[in-house]
């Protein structure tokens, strides 16, 4: 009994093997306009999520299932909405501008470019905290 199991199970794994492979139809690439590049939600390293999601916990302190799932949802977000040149560069100009008083922390605090790219980290952190915790 066991034996004529097994080979049906057998038989029908090797079907749909073969056959699952035969019957699938090829995808087409169809020409699409250009369009805003969308920021790669899986090109922010590893050890910076982990980071991220370490330090996110112990901000909302400490160790627990809910700010663990909540701070790893977190980064996602932040990961949608800027690529992690954008996000590495706006973290840099966040904690130099804060760093240095005065002149010295003029260089990165005035620049359009970090204005723009730390109020960007700002709003996605911000939309992210929505999204991800519970209130």
């Known amino acids: ?5 097994l080979s049906s199970i057998l038989s029908f794994c090797l079907y749909a093997a073969l056959t699952g492979c ?5 995808k087409t690439v169809e020409a ?6 969308t920021p790669l939600v899986n090109d922010y390293p590893t050890r910076d999520r ?3 999601v370490l330090n996110c916990v112990a901000q909302h302190g400490g160790l627990t299932y809910i700010t663990q799932y909540a701070c ?3 980064v996602d977000k932040i990961a949608e909405k800027l690529t992690f040149s954008e996000f590495e560069s706006a973290k ?4 130099l501008s804060k760093g240095q008083t005065g002149d010295a922390g003029a260089v990165f ?24 915790f519970v209130k």
Do not use: I, W
Request: overall charge positive.
């Open 22 to 26: 035969t019957t699938t139809p090829e």
């Open 72 to 74: 790893g949802c977190k």
């Open 109 to 132: 605090r005035d620049p359009a470019q970090s204005k723009d790219l730390r109020k960007r980290l700002k709003d996605a952190e911000a939309s992210a905290e929505k999204s991800c």
């Open 50 to 52: 982990v980071e991220y």
């Open 92 to 95: 840099t100009f966040t904690y």
């Open 1 to 5: 009994m066991k034996n004529k199991y």
């Open 32 to 37: 699409t306009a250009p369009t805003e590049p």
